[in-house]
């Protein structure tokens, strides 16, 4: 299976910019995908096919890379965006998600 | 509004079985790729299986092929997910998710519900 490694925790503040990294053990093309997940809840699309925004997504968030290197970044971040964050690749079977990492605003 | 609403789920022994629906409005339903992704408690994402538009076709991850069926009902706008000789490590919430065309990335999700294996 293709293993997806994410960047640890993370704490940023208010108004700065974030990165978070996603790499696959397999290039997976451009077929890497965002999820937002706050506590107690289902994930939410952000990015979908590394760098096309999904619906109703604020365009602070953007996605960027192909292969097996890709970068979620939120610019500028706000309180409202404490959550976890996975990557997901859908380009080889069977579709895998990185562990997730947690952003939290300090 | 797309919706997907899960049902099913609760406390289960060992070696027993269970069935999830999860009833979808808001959309074409027969038109997409439906899949269940569960999340152990605490842990990450682990897609669980994918069923055809129209549910010749059934893809499952390694570790359940066997036990998990998934299985639609376009008439009734339902999916489903039979699983049977439950296992502990099976224990976690199960998503309902709308694939999009095949792409294999989930646009909207359920609310999950819990499986918890416990005797």
Redesign the interface.
Known sequence: DTVLTQSPALAVSPGERVSISCRASEGVNS?M?W?QQKPG?????LI??ASNL??GVPARFSGSGSGTDFTLTIDPVEADDTATY?C?Q??N????????TKLELK | EVQLVESGGGLVQPGRSLKLSCAASGFTYSNYVMAWVRQAPTKGLEWVASISTGGGNTYYRDSVKGRFTISRDNAKNTLYLQIDSLRSEDTATYYCAKDVYYEGYFDYWGQGVMVTVSS
């Open positions: 077929y995908h999820y809840q289902q994930p939410k699309l979908y096919k999904a619906s996975f997901q859908s380009w079977d069977p579709p895998t998600f990185g562990a997730g």
